[in-house]
């Protein structure tokens, strides 16, 4: 499995900046992709960004030009880096990552989910 713990997560004024990081550790071949994802009271679990092995990257339509993702391969981290904060970026932020593992006598693609770590956006 992949074990992933985010951290960077907490409280800044509107226009600020954060930076998250999700490290992955764990039992797996390889890693095809990480993801960001948040979840604000009430709502639904949205995608922030993404980044594949590759190094194409994705993001919401809420955060582009905004948000940046990041991968260092080397030391199996990925990286948020948040700009231009505004209060509707308030949530609890989580990393995904798609995983080949091994699942009896052979390989599966699976999804992994970190604790989360909350950012809060003040105005």
């Known amino acids: 499995q992949v074990e992933l713990v985010e951290s960077g997560g907490g409280w800044v004024q509107a226009g600020g900046s954060l930076t998250l990081s999700c490290a992955a550790s764990?039992?797996?071949?390889?890693?095809?992709?990480i993801e960001w994802w948040r979840q604000a009271p009430g709502k639904q679990r949205e995608l922030v960004a993404g980044?594949?092995?590759?190094?194409?990257?994705n993001y919401g339509d809420s955060v582009k030009g905004r948000f940046a993702i990041s991968r260092d391969n080397a030391a199996n981290t990925v990286y948020l880096q948040m700009n231009s904060l505004k209060p509707e970026d308030t949530a609890v932020y989580y990393c995904?990552?798609?995983?080949?593992?091994?699942?009896?006598?052979?390989?599966?693609?699976?999804?992994?989910w970190g604790q989360g770590t909350q950012v809060t956006v003040s105005s």
């Open positions: 995904n990552a798609e995983a080949v593992v091994r699942v009896g006598l052979g390989t599966d693609v699976r999804d992994f």
């Open positions: 764990g039992s797996y071949f390889s890693i095809n992709a």
């Open positions: 980044i594949r092995s590759s190094g194409s990257t």
